[in-house]
């Protein structure tokens, strides 16, 4: 079964049920109200009689029997009892009378009591006179109240049948207008496929959920595009710079083996051959590092440092790389609290990652000064990281986190593109932010922050 028969179907039987319910509560009222009014009838009846009993004065019985006759509506099948009580739960019996003996029960403890059989009210009610106590009994047929039941009863009927058939379409009509929207959004996202990704959703003008479904999926659809754009360019540019190296590996060797050369030729041949797979290695193990991350940039951590002894350890690792290097770290007074500067990670690749954001302060400065600053604050750790080097284009700015892509003045550097890409994946595997702010010719301030509190210390041993 359809969405749209199932809101039909759940349309029609809540709104049947409702229906139901309230001409169920309406009929009792309604017959509750009869009883009720009819009764008190019966009640002016009682007095009446037992008014015409009690009197020893004949006009006086004319009078109430009178009033009884004209003053009041008549009843169908009228009748009335009087029936001595000789004590506290004996009285003189009317063989007419066929009522239950609670009934009567009820009149003695309680002074009145309401009795119905087949349409037939009785009501039956205690009169004192002179010490004396009476049973007046009244009966008499509702036919009137019944005969409005039976006809409020068939228009509710007829009325739950209509409604039940006008539900029915109304529900349809319901049904269409919501779910026509998501049908039409299925209908559109069918036709996107790999070959079309530039395709997008009609965006809606009102603020309801099928306008945040459509932004969802031009959402979702824009991150597709990306990542697919982002695939193809990573494929192809791996799959360029490995092949350089590799060919002239395999061009080198063959030259040497056409023909007996000199040890001077082998020993050329050989340090280029050298130079060629030191650089597929180191090549091959960035990519190695940049899918470790993960696509989705999630990984469990591992170990718990702090950030001021890993800083330490990548200077340590740089004075060995640029012996000459000017990089300077500085503690903030906020950062001298240990317990501030604790987290946990994988700290291979976050030595990594910052590892090559300072490396890239020194190699695209000349080796000129670069400052570390490490900060903290509630909650955040702080890690700064600016020099005077060449500094970014704006027009590169965008395209920092693409692998292999590199900009204009950064290609006159030996490099891959990787550094940058896969220090921002390991920083926010670390719930960190990676922000860059950069001019061309004045430099680059990198700043990396931590959120400590959203770091999951239960992942330390997963």
Known sequence: ????????????????????????LVFYLFRSNNQYYFLKRLEDRAKIVASIHFQKDPEKIKYYKQLKKNGLEELIQEEDFVLKVNSHNTFEYNINLNLPNEFYTNVLKNGKESFEINNKYFLGQIFTEHGQKYIVIISAVDRKGHLTTVYITRIMSFGILAFVLLSFFLGRLL????????????????????????????????????????????????????????????????????????????????????????????????????????????????????????????????????????????????????????????????????????????????????????????????????????????DAIKVTISDIGIGIPSEDIPHLYEPFFRGKEASKYIGYGLGLPLAMKIIRMHNGELQIQSEKDKGTIVTIVFHTNKIKISNLDS
């Open 1 to 24: 079964m359809n969405i749209k028969k199932k809101i039909t179907f759940s349309y029609v039987i809540l709104s049947s049920f409702s229906t139901l319910l309230l001409c169920i």
């Open 175 to 378: 049904a269409k207008k919501v779910i026509n929207p998501v049908a039409n959004i299925t209908k559109e996202v069918k036709r996107i496929s790999a070959s079309n990704l530039s395709r997008r959703l009609q965006n809606s003008d009102s603020s309801d959920e099928i306008a945040d479904l459509t932004s969802t999926f031009n959402n979702m659809l824009d991150r597709l595009e990306t990542s697919f754009e982002i695939q193809t360019n990573f494929i192809n540019n791996a799959s360029h710079e490995l092949k350089t190296p590799i060919t002239t590996i395999i061009a080198e060797a063959e030259i040497m083996l056409l023909k007996d050369r000199e040890k001077e030729e082998y020993i050329a041949s050989l340090e280029n051959i050298y130079k060629q797979s030191s650089k597929l290695g180191s090549l091959t193990e960035s990519l190695l590092k940049l899918t470790q991350t993960g696509y989705d940039g999630t990984k469990q951590v591992q170990n718990i440092v702090r950030i001021d002894d890993l800083l330490f350890e990548v200077k340590n690792d740089l004075d060995k790389f640029y012996p000459d290097n000017k990089v300077t770290i500085k503690l903030d007074n906020s950062a001298k609290d240990s317990s501030l500067l604790t987290i946990p990670c994988n700290k291979n690749l976050l030595e990594l990652a910052i590892n090559n954001i300072i490396a890239n302060g020194v190699k695209y400065s000349d080796n000129k000064e670069v400052f570390v600053n490490l900060s903290t604050v509630k």
